[in-house]
């Protein structure tokens, strides 16, 4: 290979690797790494980052590596090659979620393009949204997006539904927050004013007096009693958005990946076009409330994520760490 082509594949996987760590994760733990070797980029999950009490099996972790996946094969696609994944290559090597290797040269088509320069954009919101709704045309493409990466996106359009959905957890909410264990966890990602961490859900973004929406999925307390938060909740708005509920049919590791890449194929495609989303996974860290969930409201269905979407003003803050502390090197092409 000559030294240009080298040149070309080295500034690729890094691009990739740059563009991994943009992915959204449960509390903004980053629960990742990166080794690359020549021509392939190996993703990690880094159990040291995991949840030992949201998230006991590892299924949020690994949604979380999954969109950071996503964000990989659509840059090396943006690119102009062809990304050859495998997901958990090697059962003795359970940490090791997937390798990405460059294949042939391909032309990036428009789309990819358009989800590539929203990666750094995107944001997740934590209040309201404004009245105006997701169009119908976009909903039925997220639904494509997720579905084109084998899980299924549900937009719930029955009002009683919706309610159902905003008091499972509001409960689960209200649980978590009588459990000390709980608590402390998010406190642990709670990233208070003024702090360097490059890592956790920063005080700037969420509001410091959220309004409620109607009906209320309730954030969670990041704050716990501080008056931390965004100066305000810019845009005052109360619209519950568009709620939706992202499901795989099975519920194995492999599918948790899966719906990681599904997710931020939905949330790149409805940046592209001003919709932003929140998140309300707590009762999907409850056994008993997701399995309630999906035997009476998803048929049978195992709920990856419970979102909602709309528009909003507010911008977003988040933060990263640096790519020298997730990012291995070995070797050369
Ligand atoms: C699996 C998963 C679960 C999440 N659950 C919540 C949640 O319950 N509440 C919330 O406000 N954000 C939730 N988030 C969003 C993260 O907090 C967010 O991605 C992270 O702080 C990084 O910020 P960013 O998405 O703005 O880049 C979740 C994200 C993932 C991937």
């Given at each position: 290979m000559n030294a240009h082509a080298t040149e070309e594949i080295t500034s690729a996987v890094h691009a990739a690797v740059q563009a991994a760590v943009w992915a959204p994760s449960v509390h903004n733990t980053q629960p990742w790494s990166f080794v690359v070797d020549g021509e392939e980029i190996a993703l990690r999950a880094d159990s040291d980052r995991g949840l030992r009490t949201g998230d006991i099996m590892g299924r949020e972790r690994l949604v979380s590596c999954g969109a950071a996946l996503m964000n990989i094969r659509l840059v090396l696609r943006g690119l102009g090659h062809e990304a050859r994944v495998r997901v958990l290559p090697d059962p003795d090597r359970p940490a090791l979620l997937a390798t990405v290797r460059l294949g042939e040269s391909a032309e990036a088509d428009e789309h990819t393009r358009t989800l590539c320069a929203r990666i750094e954009h995107r944001r997740t919101h934590r209040a309201g949204f404004t009245e105006t709704p997701v169009p119908d045309q976009l909903v039925d493409e997220l639904v494509q997006q997720a579905a084109a990466e084998g899980a299924r996106l549900t937009p719930v359009r029955s009002e009683a539904a919706v309610r159902a959905l905003a008091a499972l957890t509001e409960a689960a909410q209200e649980v978590q927050s009588q459990d000390r264990l709980f608590t402390l966890e998010v406190l642990r990602w709670a990233r208070p004013p003024?702090?360097?961490?490059?890592?956790?859900?920063?005080?700037?973004?969420?509001?410091r007096e959220p309004r409620r929406t109607r009906p209320h999925f309730a954030q969670r307390d990041y704050a716990h009693g501080h008056s931390w938060g965004g100066e305000s909740d810019r845009s005052a708005a109360t619209s519950t958005g568009l709620v939706a509920v992202l499901t795989t049919l099975s519920d194995s590791r492999e599918d948790w990946i899966t719906a990681g890449q599904a997710l931020q194929r939905i949330l790149l495609h409805a940046d592209a076009h001003g919709v932003r989303a929140a998140f309300h996974t707590q009762p999907l860290e409850m056994f008993h409330l997701r399995e309630f969930m999906r035997q009476e409201l998803l048929s049978g269905e195992y709920p990856q994520m419970i979102m909602r979407l709309g528009f909003t003003p507010d911008e977003g803050r988040s933060v990263r760490r640096p790519i020298a502390e997730v990012l291995e090197e070995r070797g050369t092409t």
């Open positions: 003024g702090s360097t961490r490059a890592e956790g859900v920063p005080a700037e973004a969420y509001p």
